[in-house]
């Protein structure tokens, strides 16, 4: 079959250079234009765009797709759109310029988690299980039956990072497995069921840690705002980045439980047990394993810590 690929970030070029190697062919790549990234803000592709010019795919650049990008799509006789992360809602029209519409990946058990911030949510959420999704594109957000469902386990310390890029792996397969079915006329779409949940996109805002909260819920928090749009607080005015974060066992290892004599250190209190950093939450610590203060680079939590002299009264606001 003829096939675009629509997408933008990192998640969706597994799926890209699985169906460019499959027996289909890739007639072209849909993403957003480049952008302004870092501190010198210099104009860059986005992933999807450097691969498929590697790949010698064209690509077609464009923030959403109107009717001129629907005819060039109608210019190239697709046989079907496939959608990873892509940015943007599709109208009628374009969906039903494909013979066979488009199939989008997304990264939940659907109906749940429907949105931009699947992963992100669930991770926050402290969800111990998820999925791979691949479902036909209709005009409703994610609301489309779907065609195959993959299980995956969130590993209990991994960001949403973490598991974004290894779920991304994952669903690349489900897709090529999906695109072989409706190539051979195997593949059956079936209805979503159970009621659905949202998964908003994420705001700078949702970054911001509270401690006023059992250490659990501290721990998933900063996982699932890491990388994007990353986990904070404030000492004071200074705003600390925190990057890494683990859970305090009773015996005063990391992971696991909270031991009762932690018990006393006040939600946000800062204090040095030894060659770590522990922060207060209602139930016990957490261990801040790596903070990134204003300005700086990253460091070890104890080495920020040792740098702020003595942290009678410090707290994380």
Do not use: C
């Amino acid at each position: 079959m003829r096939l675009v690929v629509a997408g933008s970030p990192a998640a969706a070029v597994p799926t890209l250079r699985r169906l460019a190697a499959s027996d289909h062919e890739v007639v072209a790549a849909l993403t957003r234009p480049a952008s302004p990234q870092g501190r010198k803000r210099v104009m860059t592709p986005t992933p999807v765009s450097s691969v498929a010019a590697e790949l010698g795919i064209p690509v077609i650049e464009a923030t959403r797709v109107d009717d001129e990008v629907t005819a060039r799509i109608a210019e190239l006789d697709v046989d079907l759109g496939v959608i990873v992360a892509y940015g943007a809602l599709l109208r009628r029209a374009a969906l039903d310029t494909p013979r066979h519409g488009w199939v989008n990946l997304h990264f939940s058990d659907l109906p749940e988690y429907r949105g931009a911030a699947p992963v992100q949510r669930a991770v926050l959420a402290g969800d111990r299980v998820t999925a791979a999704t691949v479902f036909q594109l209709v005009e409703a957000l994610d609301a489309g039956p779907v065609f195959a469902t993959s299980p995956f386990t969130i590993d209990p310390e991994a960001t949403s990072g973490d598991v974004l890029a290894t779920m991304a792996d994952l669903g690349a397969d489900v897709v090529a497995d999906v695109v072989d079915g409706i190539a051979d006329g195997s593949a059956v779409a079936v209805a979503q069921t159970g009621t659905p949940t949202l998964a908003p996109k994420l705001t700078i805002d949702d970054g911001r840690v509270r401690f006023d909260r059992p250490s659990a819920a501290v721990h998933a928090h900063v996982r699932g705002v890491t990388p994007e749009p990353g986990a904070y607080a404030y000492v004071g005015e200074q705003r600390v980045k925190i990057q890494r974060v683990a859970l305090v066992a009773p015996e005063g290892g990391r992971t696991g439980g909270t031991s009762s004599s932690d018990a006393s250190l006040a939600p946000g209190a800062l204090r040095l047990d030894g060659a770590r950093l522990v922060v207060g939450a209602t139930d016990g610590v957490v261990e801040l394993v790596e903070v990134q203060p204003a300005g700086k680079t990253p460091m070890a939590g104890a080495a920020w810590a040792r740098g702020l002299g003595d942290l009678e009264g410090v707290s994380f606001a």
